[in-house]
């Protein structure tokens, strides 16, 4: 059964405004990793568990059509909402059955997501809708942060760790499975020709209200505020203050930086 935890329209709209896009450097791994095994031409890529479409629509100028498949109806109505993607459509429905003919899709990806898959029918199903060397790409990142902002980077990164320590013991088991960077998924992965990219170590910019929407994006912080909201609502609170105090700046629009470690599992479907 698939798991049921982004359904509610205030985390759907909390995904579409904090979660991190993929960086470039992953994008362009995936597409060369592509371009060699199974080159041109790129027709369809499907992006399994697609949230508000982050990924999706990063795939938009490579393919001649992208769709974005996602078991939550209001992660895809804010998906949906976003102007400007012609070749990009949604599709409600679980990654491990999926709307394609057999040997339909170029490329399958899952972005912070897979974790989240039943991997025995999740990769059943890849094997099925992949069309000969057609890939997939898993992706993710490490929720451990290290944060900069002027000479104040290490008590900012104490603070992020405080925080997501009292919230990490309210994470699903699946969880565990992401913070193994998809170690047994990929060894799971039936096609042999396969690798798995880890410790891409990258520093990218976000704001200080953005830090704190993207902690309580997290599933885990989800459980928290629905377990205890008093304290949950307290804790952010607290973490946006203390950021600010530390920085000694009064507007939570104040851009710091990140430093966290992307991963990515690659496999090819032989011919
Ligand atoms: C952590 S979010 C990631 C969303 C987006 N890809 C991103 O990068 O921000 C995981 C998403 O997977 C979806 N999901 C979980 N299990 C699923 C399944 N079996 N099939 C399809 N989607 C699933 C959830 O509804 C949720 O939107």
Redesign the pocket.
Known sequence: M??????EKHH?SI?QKY??I?PDTVLQLILEYLNKKKGPPHELAV??????????RLLAPHFQKVVG????EC?LEQARAVPGFANVTYRS????DLPFPDGSVDLLT????AH???AER?LKEAARVLKPHGCIALL?YSDEFSLYYGSCGDKLTNIYSEVTKVIKPYASPPVAIANSRLQDLFEAIPFPDKERVTNISLKMEMTVAGLVGFVE?F?FCQAYLKEDPQAATALLESMMRRLQDEMGVSSPDTHLEFKTDFYCVLACKPQ
Request: with cysteine; charged share 15%.
């Open positions: 698939a798991h049921r935890l982004f359904e759907a995904y979660r991190i993929p992006d399994l568990g697609c949230g508000t479409g982050q990924n999706t498949i996602d078991v939550s992660q429905g679980p990654a491990e899952a972005a912070s997501a989240w898959f039943d999740f993710g994006s599933s």
